[in-house]
């Protein structure tokens, strides 16, 4: 067994050490406040908090039992909020209490490094709820407080400057991204993203879902977060031509609209595409944001849906798995088109129910404007529209509060709403007299960033509109809301709203609108290019990579090889010249002068083995009347070597030592002989 010559570090472990180990934990469980349970994060940093303050007071003194105690109860609530102990959440609650007690009863150097390594754990884990590029930037930098925490807990002698424990630690940090960068690109990835597991509900349910009813679209409006991000190959529709289709709603009960059920089982696989292109069709990359359900909003509408993605009968689109990550489309799209004008029987049946008690008001005045057209379908419809810019109709995120029909509230009383209740009540009337109608939600325009070249889609351009069926012609978009407020669909939510407190600052403000579009950028590259990176870009990589090799040839490798040789001859001959070069200290260059008289006077050299004080003992054992000089010489030399003697004055005396032995050494020689 190999004995290490090194001391463990002192116990109990020095405050500033474990200070920097618990600052350096608390920094990164913090990102879990907003994944996990409130209780949770609580218990991890009262645990830590509790126990920075007992070494503060020099009254840490481990209480193994409390952990115990705990822990029973701790497993307990975590299995009772999710009902499991195997889930993403439940194994991650585990494991941040678990680091809390762990924390609570550290008492020596064994329990402070698996404390820290089960740091680095907590740290990995943040990105099964979160990837965006803030997240990594934070991530970042509870690395670099771990690695300093490391490299603290290994400093045997605590004599190493805090300034250098943090250079080193900077260093190793950056000594290690072309490592990271190699990994990054070139080792396989997983199939399915850790996210996914069994057992995990993964995030919570973000943007748009498959039911609407009134405030569900007001809420969305008041969110800057991104939605998804296209990017044309060549050009883009108008502002207004900026539909993105997501899910539709065919299905009423008075009060929600829904997909309805029958529908929906069988809309899931891909179904004859029966859209027509009659106008000019536009590619493009749809970068979506994770939102846990299957819902892709292309362009409406989605003539090719490429190798991810199923357009089913309805015109809705769904990725092939649930989108738990950034995920990437390719599409194209026609804004200009005939979408399933051969439609009857069930197909259309759907979109003319109405509950039977429902919007009474509503009906009547729908049934006498079909009247006053003489029962001409299309003159109806413009006739309902009209309405909506005759009357005084307001477009507003805050309506008066309505009755609980709230279809006759809105048509009849109030006036006064938002997207879901104009297309609500349209499809209402439209279905009143015979009109096959329904709701298709999704997102209405987009912000050009001229810095990504891309457009970015907030969640707050959610938007409802609708779509009847006429003979001859198939589903029709139609958007009562464009009646109200041409701006909404002209110029974008914030034009409609100008001025209005609801919608978020990184909107109405100007200074902040355009920080934020280049921070959009940032994250855009990020999730194209790292988040959405996958087998499929790996592969492409490396075939481009074996392209460009093979395109370039034997000059390539004549030139690197060349190179390479070049930088080979460079090195030696620069290693050469600085051993050829004097790099001893002064002080070297004295004891060697030392050795080198001994070696010609006496025929003493010294081994390589051998260390000076051996080296000293032997030489005054054969030189006996030289004794007090050879120690005198050697003690000053390892004084100034060594220790913290380093001066002019120093060296003077030593040079002056050994120049007198070799005075004294020589003139004894001399009378000898």
Known sequence: MFKNKH????????????????????????????????????????????????????KDKAAPYIPILLAIPIISLVYFQFGTLLGIEASISLLVVMLGLKVFELSDYRDAMLSLFLGFFVVVTVFLFQQQLIIALYLLICGFMLTLSLLKLNDYT?????????????????????????????FPRLDSPLWSLPGSNGQAQTGMSESMSPGNFTKLVQSSAPAFRATFNQKAPAQDELYWRGPVLENFDGKRWSRTK????????????????????????ITLEAHQNRWVFPLDMAIDSGKDAITNSLGETLSKEVIRKTSQFEFSS???????????????????????????????????????????????????????????????LEPKPMSSDYIDSFMTDTMEGFCEHYSS?????????????????GYQGGEYNEHGDYYLIRQSDAHAWTEIWLAGEGWIRKDPTSMVSPERVNQGIESAFAGSNLLPSTIRISFLK???????????????????????????????????MKSIG??????????????????????????????????????????????????????????????ANRLSNKNSEHAKEIQAITSRYLAIRYGNQEST???????????????LSLSQQAAAS
């Open 262 to 285: 029958s529908i929906a089982k069988i809309s899931e696989t891909n179904e004859s595409n029966t859209v027509e292109n009659i106008g000019d069709a536009f590619s493009y990359q």
């Open 158 to 186: 605590g004599r190493q400057p805090h300034r250098q424990q943090i250079k080193t630690t900077f260093e190793l940090s950056v000594g290690s991204i072309p490592i990271i960068l190699i990994l990054f690109f070139i």
């Open 334 to 396: 026609a804004t200009t088109f005939s979408f399933d004008s051969n439609a009857h029987g069930t197909k259309l049946s759907a979109a003319l129910r109405l509950p039977t008690r429902t919007a009474p008001k509503t009906r009547a005045l729908a049934e006498k404007l079909f009247l006053e057209v003489n029962g001409d379908k299309k003159r109806f419809v413009d006739r309902v529209l009209s309405r909506f810019t005759e009357m005084p109709y307001a477009y507003t």
């Open 7 to 58: 001391s463990l570090p002192e116990s109990p472990i020095r405050q500033n050490t474990l200070k920097t180990l618990f600052l350096a934990l608390l920094i990164a469980g913090f990102p879990h406040f907003f994944n996990l349970p409130i209780w949770v994060t609580s218990v991890f940093f009262a645990c830590i908090l509790l126990k920075y303050y007992l070494v503060s007071i020099e």
């Open 425 to 441: 009540s349209f499809v209402v009337m439209m279905r009143a007299v015979g009109i096959p109608a329904r709701v298709v939600t």
């Open 554 to 615: 034997k000059q390539l490798v004549i030139s690197l090889t060349t190179l390479a040789l070049l930088v080979f001859i460079t090195l030696i001959l620069k290693q050469f010249f600085l051993s050829s070069k004097s790099s001893t200290s002064e002080e070297e260059s004295l004891y060697r002068r030392f050795i080198k008289h001994n070696n010609k006077i006496y025929d003493t050299e010294k081994k390589q083995s051998e260390t000076e004080l051996q080296y």
């Open 514 to 548: 355009k920080l934020n579009m280049r921070w959009d950028t940032m994250n855009y590259y990020w999730s194209k290019w790292v988040i959405s990176y996958n087998n499929t870009l790996r592969t492409d990589l490396i075939n481009r990579f074996k392209s460009l």
């Open 649 to 663: 004055s120093e060296l003077k005396k030593l040079k002056e030592s050994i120049s007198e032995y070799c005075s």
